[in-house]
């Protein structure tokens, strides 16, 4: 199903997960069980946000010992955006100036 | 854990991390660079995942990116796509009994041209690298690949007309009249398409050198000159046969023109390339540019002639099985002329009319092979004399510098000295400095 916003209801609700805590970084597992999402669904979603600038994406710079480092994402000043006027997230929920988006950039030590 | 039931532990953990590492490896090998980023994401998560089922529906999932990631893009796609064309080309020209000499001949050269087309990617890319990162090169590989696989039903379709002996009456009086021998023909055919593949493969690897402009302009010239030839000639320069909108002659002026801008279009080609090619070397100002004219003119040729081929074999192979094409190509009042008696004998007999064509047409596909020969030849005689008229000058300051005040041409001397010193006479070299 597509939505009037463009985008499809498995995206508004990971726009929506994204958009729930729009300045930390979090983890593909963690937003698959939020949104109910398989793997397969879920990272084709990512990959298409990431490439229209909507989401940025990075590695973790301190990954925990056993495991190898994980990628995080959050919505970029445009991605809030979008999500806003999609109705995935309140206007209000927006934080204050961001920086640029940088994909591929390493991410900041608290992970949450 | 005790000693040995950890050595055995650790050894029964270690074979299927190997086997896991090995895949992930695989799999990332496999996906566009672009992506891999995301698939390690993927990977990396599974181990967040609780183990068991979930897991594997996780690793599930990353598979089933990775596959359409990797069938959107080229590689596997790419293959998949090649097999497939392969297998119906070779389908369609698999027709005839394999007890009839001619139809086993043809169905070995149709299987030595598949592999060959197969394995020739692998080699070349062994050889001289990958393709090279241009969209006209992945282009015109894919074009190139296509165009030959077409013609390998294309000549099954007019082998069986030239072999096929009628049985009696009028028409078996045209197949002893009329040329249509093709001994060794397609053997021929085998080798040339394969040398145009491998030196296409060569042309758009990285290791080729050539510039993505001569590329472009080579690719270019080549099919306006091969759409030319075309449009001259539709049943290649077969005497019997015109085409329905250039009803004159052979030496029609137009037709004349059109011949001479095809065999201008390598030399057009060349000095694009040449033109657009910047000075690598001062001291060999023309050698870089001078290689690639040569390549662009020879990709010219290799491109017209392969478009000439595949659409005029084509359209034979097409004219042999609808009516309706033939009359529209065979239309002109000067058909069949230059085969002694045979207007008189077919006069008023459409049938027989019908089948000289097709037989004619059909003989007269093998002039496609040396149009597939001449071409480069010519292309190479043309680019390769204009290089070595060019050679190597060296180079040479005039004394005073050209109009204009735009300097000395080449690399520029440093600026003087501090200190009122003053640099020595061009003939010079910079320990010769002398300071005032």
């Not at chain 1, 999402?37 to 990512?46: A, E, H, N, R, V």
């Not at chain 2, 599974?46 to 080229?74: H, K, Q």
């Not at chain 2, 049943?235 to 037709?255: C, E, F, R, Y």
Request: charged share 15%.
């Amino acid at each position: 199903m597509v939505a009037r916003s463009g985008f499809s209801a498995q995206t508004l609700s990971v726009l929506a997960a994204l958009a729930d805590q729009p300045s930390q970084w979090q983890h593909g597992y963690a937003l698959a069980k939020q949104t109910d999402l398989k793997s397969g669904t879920l990272y084709p979603i990512l990959i298409r946000l990431a490439d229209r600038g909507l989401v940025e994406a990075c590695w973790q710079d301190e990954p925990q010992p056993g495991r190898p480092r994980r990628h995080l994402y959050r919505l970029t000043t445009d991605g809030l955006a979008a999500a806003a006027l999609a109705g995935a997230a309140e206007p209000a929920s927006r934080p204050g100036p961001r920086p640029a988006p940088a994909r591929r950039r390493v991410a900041p030590p608290a992970v949450p | 854990m005790s000693g040995p039931r950890l050595a055995r532990h650790r050894g029964a953990t270690r074979g299927p991390r190997r086997m896991r590492e090995a895949v992930r490896l695989a799999v990332l090998r496999m996906t566009p660079a672009a992506r891999r980023d995301w698939v390690e994401a993927i990977w990396a998560e599974a181990a967040e995942v609780p183990s068991g089922w979930r897991r594997l529906a996780w690793l599930a999932g990353g598979m089933r990116l990775v596959a359409r990631e990797v069938l959107m893009r080229r590689k596997v796609g790419i293959a998949i796509l090649f097999a497939a064309a392969a297998a119906l080309a070779a389908a369609t020209a698999w027709s005839g009994s394999p007890a009839y000499l001619a139809a086993s001949h043809e169905r070995a050269e149709v299987l030595a041209m598949v592999a060959v087309l197969g394995c020739l990617p692998l080699l070349t890319r062994w050889l001289f690298g990958p393709v090279s990162d241009s969209r006209a090169g992945r282009a015109l590989r894919v074009s190139a690949y296509a165009a030959i696989l077409a013609t390998i039903p294309a000549w099954h379709v007019l082998g069986l007309v030239r072999d096929t002996r009628p049985r009696a009456g009028l028409d078996l009086r045209l197949y002893f009249l009329i040329e249509h021998g093709d001994q060794g023909l397609g053997v021929l055919l085998v080798i040339v398409m394969t040398l145009y593949a491998a030196i296409i493969l060569w042309l758009t690897s990285q290791r080729s050198r050539i510039t993505p402009a001569a590329l472009r302009a080579g690719c270019r010239a080549g099919i306006v000159a091969g759409v030319v030839v075309y449009a001259v000639a539709p049943l290649g320069l077969s005497k019997q046969a015109t085409n329905p909108w250039l009803p004159g002659s052979d030496i029609d002026p137009l037709v004349l023109l059109a011949w001479g801008l095809t065999l201008l279009a390598p030399a057009w080609a060349a000095a694009a390339a040449w033109r657009d090619t910047a000075i690598v070397s001062p001291s060999r100002p023309h050698r870089s540019r001078a290689r690639q004219g040569i390549s662009a003119a020879l990709l010219t040729s290799l491109v017209s002639a392969l478009l000439v081929t595949a659409l005029g074999m084509g359209t034979t192979a097409l004219m042999v099985r609808e009516g309706w094409l033939r009359q529209w190509l065979y239309h002109g009042s000067h058909q069949l002329y230059g085969i002694m008696g045979l207007g008189a004998l077919v006069h008023g007999n459409p049938q027989a009319i019908a089948y000289s064509h097709e037989l004619t047409a059909s003989s007269d596909a093998s002039v496609f092979l040396v149009i597939c020969i001449a071409f480069p030849l010519i292309a190479l005689a043309l680019t390769g004399l204009s290089a070595l008229d060019l050679g190597e000058p060296a180079v040479h300051r005039p004394e005073r510098p050209p109009p204009g005040g735009g300097g000395w041409p080449g690399p520029q001397l440093g600026p003087p000295p501090p200190g009122g010193g003053q640099l020595a006479g061009p003939s010079r070299e910079k320990d010769r400095l002398l300071v005032g």
